[in-house]
T-cell receptor, first 112, second 116 residues
Framework: SQQGEEDPQALSIQEGENATMNCSYKTSINNLQWYRQNSGRGLVHLILIRSNEREKHSGRLRVTLDTSKKSSSLLITASRAADTASYFCATDAAGGSYIPTFGRGTSLIVHP | EAGVAQSPRYKIIEKRQSVAFWCNPISGHATLYWYQQILGQGPKLLIQFQNNGVVDDSQLPKDRFSAERLKGVDSTLKIQPAKLEDSAVYLC??????????????FGPGTRLTVL
C-alpha cells in the first residue's frame, strides 16, 4: 500500500496562476519529500521537509507540513508551462531505516 | 557530475522470458534503490541496498525478481520469468546517505519494459 496520497489527482491551470497540491499520509514520518516527474527530465527531487519543520521555501516552491493532520502541501507560485509534470510526495515511516514510499501523484497541466 | 545511468532504455519481451536491467549509480553514493512504476502510479520501492547489503526488499516478488549489487557499485535487477503485469518502468536511484536517514535520491532515466 502507498503511504502518501496526493490530492487532487489532476490539476489544470493557466500560466501565472498558483498551483496547490496536497499529500496525506497514514503513519508518523521522519521526513517528507516532493518530487517532480516529466518526460523530459525524469524524476527530480524538489524539496525535503523534516517532521520537526513546518514550512520550507525553494524558489517558487513552498512546502508546508502539518504532522497533527498528517498532511503536507506543495504550492507553486506564478506557474509556468514548464511546470507541467506529475508531482509526488514520498514519506518514510518514523523509526528504523529510511525506506521511502511514494504516493500516486498529482498531474499538473499549465496552459500557456 | 555524471547522473545515474540505466540500460537498456526500452525492452520488449514475451511473457515467461527473462530480462535484466543494469544500473550505475552516481560515484560515491552508498545507497541504491530499484523502483517499479506502473503507468498512472507512483514509484514502488522493490529493493534498497546500502553498499552491497540489502536494507529492504519486502516488496520484491522474490519468486521471480532478483537483484544484486556487486562490490557496492553497479546493480542488476532480473525478472525470470516475466508476467504481463510486470510491464512498467523500472527506475534506479542512488543517494549518498550512509547509516540511514533521508537524503536526496537521484533517479536514472528508467527502463520501460513491455511484456507481451
Amino acid at each position: 500500500s502507498q503511504q502518501g496520497e496526493e490530492d487532487p489527482q489532476a490539476l489544470s491551470i493557466q500560466e501565472g496562476e498558483n498551483a496547490t497540491m496536497n499529500c496525506s499520509y497514514k503513519t508518523s514520518i521522519n521526513n517528507l519529500q516532493w518530487y517532480r516527474q516529466n518526460s523530459g527530465r525524469g524524476l527530480v527531487h524538489l524539496i525535503l521537509i523534516r517532521s520537526n519543520e513546518r514550512e520550507k521555501h525553494s524558489g517558487r516552491l513552498r512546502v508546508t507540513l502539518d504532522t497533527s493532520k498528517k498532511s503536507s502541501s506543495l504550492l507553486i507560485t506564478a506557474s509556468r508551462a514548464a511546470d507541467t509534470a506529475s508531482y509526488f510526495c514520498a514519506t518514510d515511516a518514523a523509526g528504523g531505516s529510511y525506506i521511502p514510499t511514494f504516493g500516486r501523484g498529482t498531474s499538473l497541466i499549465v496552459h500557456p | 557530475e555524471a547522473g545515474v545511468a540505466q540500460s537498456p532504455r526500452y525492452k520488449i519481451i514475451e511473457k515467461r522470458q527473462s530480462v535484466a536491467f543494469w544500473c550505475n549509480p552516481i560515484s560515491g553514493h552508498a545507497t541504491l534503490y530499484w523502483y517499479q512504476q506502473i503507468l498512472g502510479q507512483g514509484p514502488k520501492l522493490l529493493i534498497q541496498f546500502q553498499n552491497n547489503g540489502v536494507v529492504d526488499d519486502s516488496q520484491l516478488p522474490k519468486d521471480r525478481f532478483s537483484a544484486e549489487r556487486l562490490k557496492g557499485v553497479d546493480s542488476t535487477l532480473k525478472i525470470q520469468p516475466a508476467k504481463l503485469e510486470d510491464s512498467a518502468v523500472y527506475l534506479c536511484a542512488s543517494s549518498s546517505i550512509r547509516g540511514g536517514g533521508a537524503d536526496t535520491q537521484y533517479f536514472g532515466p528508467g527502463t520501460r519494459l513491455t511484456v507481451l
